[in-house]
């Protein structure tokens, strides 16, 4: 087990920037998700954990050890691919013995470990099965026992679930979870499904073109995003924002509503998330455009100013399209962002 | 913790119906006998007499003539051709891939400058006609001493062969995801070990089939560039490059022009042999007038 610091850790593809001096800190048997788009960075940060990419400066540490110059092999580390890169030439067994023999370990210790790992991940009547035999789904477990089964300081995941269809998902993130946990081993997770990274994490660390915008705890991220990125990216549907402006009085107004709010500037945008509004007839005045029944809930479309705007309205309400509704904001969940940083003011 | 069931179904390993079954076998039947039947025709025609071979109709057995064998195996030079063939392939085919394959993996596993130019350039070369690359290769082969020789052929052949192997190596290597050597790194292999013990047991059943495709492909090679030490006389015709082959014999009379020429020594049949059992070596018999493919005594 061990922390990982990583020190203004930069990466450049030729005249691209894919990491933009990245610092970040995650403790020891700590579960932490790096979340973003596709093209944020987030793998090429997981591939320099690994030692799979070069930084092309800054420092990477884990434990006490430095480790930016070091193979992947002296790192410590395991690694849980995308496609599982589950050699199709060797059995389960072979698979999962396969570092352990590397490290030169004694027959038994493989045995064993390679036994209780299979047991751990429901996959020993497997051992003895090739690749081609398995399923998506069986070929994730081995993908993670082999992982598990070296014992190692970090385990890195790089969107393991994503081959895997969605019931399919749901039931290996459950036990994902469950075995991660029970291994207390520090773990690196790459996604870009804000679900899976909300059910997993200990920590979210949301990543946009090479910078992290925010790493705290899930709840955080979601209730008090660092930056209207955050906001826009975590939450399905994403937050609204609408423009508001301070009037001479030092209240903020936005769509025809007042508001208190920083006392900094003059133009900020107001932020709220869809489940946060409720009916009031002081509300913003909603022009309702696409109405979409999801069982629970009503998620609703509809257009405050000209600009989207959506609200999770109880099933019980009947609204139709063309419908105006007044939406106000929760007092306690309004959130105040710089339009020209993007960041919370 | 459950075990997911619901979608997650192992793949099974035969999924056949009777119907699936029988085309299976009939294909793997239809496969085996394209190449075994023109193999057994060579048989019944090695094992007959010319009389035999030329008569109608065909009874599809041999006659159990061995004299085709026996001319074979007692004509002179027969036996140092076969081995100076079978040297040269097996030289070629070793240079071939030692060099090729990792110029194959290369340019499956990393990003150069120039890297689409260069599989441009590897390809190219295919493009050239053979006796522009033959005639400066022979010139230069005569200059450094290396005509003549099996070494000096198997390098022809080799150069001939490699951008083949490099491409074709290439194509194998990409069809490994990279994934699969990361993987072997992070488990505490090197880079040489995570190619052994990964990379190499997964390509070889390719690279093998690529060797033997190269041997093919080596059939078609050009001879007569002057390693067989032959020149164009009345004795000889190199059937399949006799432009080239001349070009070489000159370069090599003007080399060898004076007393020293007097020495050339020419050794018969020992490098068309290469190709015995694939294409018969065309010879003119002085006496009879035809030449002994015509009499078919190579079977």
Not at chain 1, 3 to 26: Q, Y
Not at chain 1, 103 to 110: D, F, G, M, R, V
């Amino acid at each position: 087990m061990a922390d990982i610091r990583i020190k203004s850790v930069g990466k450049r593809f030729g005249s691209f920037t894919a990491l933009h001096s990245i610092d970040l800190e995650i403790a020891d048997r700590e579960f932490l998700v790096l979340l973003g788009a596709s093209g944020c960075g987030k793998t090429t940060l997981l591939r320099i954990i690994a030692g799979l990419e070069t930084p092309s400066n800054g420092e990477v540490w884990i434990g006490d050890r430095r480790v930016d110059h070091l193979p992947p092999r002296e790192r410590g580390i395991a690694m849980v691919f995308q496609n599982y890169a589950v050699f199709p030439h060797l059995t389960v067994y072979e698979n999962i013995a396969f570092g352990l023999r590397m490290k030169k370990l004694p027959q038994a210790e493989i045995d064993r470990r390679v036994k209780r790992t299979a047991e751990l991940m429901h996959i020993e009547q497997l051992l003895k099965r090739y690749s081609g035999q398995l399923s998506g789904g069986q070929r994730q477990r081995v993908a993670v026992a082999r992982a598990l089964a070296m014992e190692p300081d970090v385990i890195l995941m790089d969107e393991p679930l994503s081959n895997l269809d969605a019931l399919l998902r749901l039931e290996m993130r459950a036990e994902l979870k469950g075995v991660l946990a029970e291994s207390k081993t520090t773990t690196v997770y790459v996604t870009h499904d804000q679900v899976e990274a909300m059910s997993l994490a200990d920590r979210i660390a949301v990543m946009n073109g090479g910078h992290i915008e925010q790493a705290a705890d899930p709840v955080e991220v979601y209730r008090n995003p660092a930056t209207r990125f955050v906001g826009g990216f975590i939450g399905s549907p994403p937050m609204n924002f609408v423009p508001a402006t301070r009037g001479q009085d030092g209240r903020w107004t936005a769509a025809g509503m007042e508001f208190d709010g920083p006392a900094a500037g003059d133009r900020l945008d107001l932020a709220v998330r869809p489940e946060d509004l409720v009916q009031d007839g002081e509300g913003f005045a909603a022009t309702v455009r696409v109405i979409e029944p999801l069982g629970a809930h009503t998620l609703v479309t509809a257009e405050v100013e000209g600009r989207p705007f959506r609200a999770v309205l109880d099933s019980d309400h009947k609204v139709t399209p063309g419908d105006v509704l007044r939406l106000a904001p929760r007092p306690d969940r309004i959130r105040w962002f710089d339009p020209g940083t993007g960041r919370a003011a | 913790m459950t075990v997911a069931e619901t979608t997650d179904n192992a793949r099974p390993v035969v999924e056949n119906g009777s119907v699936g079954r029988f085309l299976y076998g009939a294909a793997v039947v239809l496969l085996v006998a394209w190449v075994v039947v023109p193999l057994y025709l060579l048989l019944v025609n090695t094992l007959s007499s010319p009389d035999a071979v030329q008569g109608f109709p065909k009874t599809g057995l041999p006659t159990f003539d061995f004299g085709s064998v026996n001319f074979f195996l007692t004509y002179d030079g027969v036996g140092q051709a076969l081995l100076n063939s079978v040297l040269a392939a097996v030289i070629t085919m070793v240079l071939a891939l030692v060099l090729g394959a990792p110029a194959g993996y290369a340019l499956s596993r990393f990003d150069f400058p120039g890297k689409s130019a260069f599989r441009l350039l590897v390809l190219m070369t295919r493009a050239f006609p053979l006796p522009l690359l033959a005639l400066p290769l022979a010139v230069m082969f005569i200059q450094v001493h290396l005509d003549d020789s099996v070494i000096g052929l198997a390098l022809v052949h080799t150069t001939l062969a490699l951008p083949f192997s490099v491409l074709v190596t290439f194509s194998i290597f990409s069809g490994i995801p990279v994934e699969f050597e990361e993987a072997a790194w992070t488990l505490g292999c090197n880079r040489w070990q995570g190619f052994r013990k990964v990379v190499l047991p997964l390509v070889l059943p390719g690279i093998a089939a690529s060797g033997l495709r190269l041997h093919h492909l080596l059939e078609r090679g050009f001879r007569g560039l002057g390693a067989d030490g032959a020149e164009p006389d009345a004795d000889r015709v190199p059937a399949p490059e006799p432009r080239l082959f001349a070009a070489a014999a000159e370069i090599r009379r003007r080399r060898h022009a004076g007393p020293a020429g007097a020495d050339l020594h020419l050794r018969r049949a020992q490098i068309p042999a290469l190709h015995v059992g694939h294409r018969q070596p065309i010879e003119r018999d002085p006496q009879q007038g035809h030449t002994h493919a015509d009499r078919n005594d190579f079977g």
